[in-house]
T-cell receptor
Framework: DGGITQSPKYLFRKEGQNVTLSCEQN?????MYWYRQDPGQGLRLIYY???????QKGDIAEGYSVSREKKESFPLTVTSAQKNPTAFYLC?????????????FGQGTRLTVV | KNEVEQSPQNLTAQEGEFITINCSYS?????LHWLQQHPGGGIVSLFM???GKKKHGRLIATINIQEKHSSLHITASHPRDSAVYIC????????????FGAGTILRVKS
């Protein structure tokens, strides 16, 4: 079955370390997205990519980096420049041209920085 | 002000009650998603709507395109329905990206 996989589900890192969150999809989706959720707040867009080798900043891109070398993969790196990295991170993907009707969501990764 | 508004922000219900969660958006959209997030857990996709109404078990989702409004209903609520319910809108006027509501925290007491 096709789907979108985020790993790991829970991640702990020491302050000052970079950490990379994985997002893989086998749905042949062109567009992939990364969102961040803080307690009591809605999900906010970090980065998105609508085609391989291209990506755009979302609303809260500072302290994050991404790459889109393959259609299936859109890893997110939380760098040491991100001041408050502890949060829930959600990856999503969609098939362009379907108006969002083919949007799938990962299970999410809960990152805790200690 | 969020482009996608949900209400109420918090909701406590007794087991068996009928529950309604509302979602309003500000521009024309092509799809509206309802998601469920259990405490400490991941995200589960419940519904995708572009028009009309969908039903799955005790869950019903409706959308009124003209009024730019969607509702999620839970019939015969149960404590296991306790979760955060999130709506997300997708459309050209949102830059072909998903825009999420802040979520509704639902607690169903037995």
């Amino acid at each position: 079955d096709g789907g979108i996989t985020q790993s790991p589900k829970y991640l702990f890192r020491k302050e000052g370390q970079n950490v990379t969150l994985s997002c893989e999809q086998n749905l042949n989706h062109d567009a992939m997205y990364w969102y961040r959720q803080d307690p009591g707040q809605g999900l906010r867009l970090i980065y998105y990519s609508q085609i391989v080798n291209d990506f755009q900043k979302g609303d809260i891109a500072e302290g994050y980096s991404v790459s889109r070398e393959k259609k299936e993969s859109f890893p997110l790196t939380v760098t040491s420049a991100q001041k408050n990295p502890t949060a829930f991170y959600l990856c999503a993907s969609s098939l362009t041209g379907t108006g969002g009707r083919k949007a799938f969501f990962g299970q999410g990764t809960r990152l805790t920085v200690v | 002000k969020n482009e996608v508004e949900q209400s109420p922000q918090n909701l406590t219900a007794q087991e068996g009650e009928f529950i309604t969660i509302n979602c309003s958006y500000s521009v024309g959209i092509s799809a509206l998603h309802w998601l469920q997030q259990h405490p400490g857990g991941g995200i589960v996709s419940l519904f995708m709507l572009s028009s009309g109404k969908k039903k799955h078990g005790r869950l019903i989702a409706t959308i009124n395109i003209q009024e730019k409004h969607s509702s999620l209903h839970i019939t015969a609520s149960h404590p296991r329905d306790s979760a955060v319910y999130i709506c997300a809108a997708f459309g050209l006027e949102y830059g072909n990206k998903l825009v999420f509501g802040a979520g509704t925290i639902l607690r169903v007491k037995s």
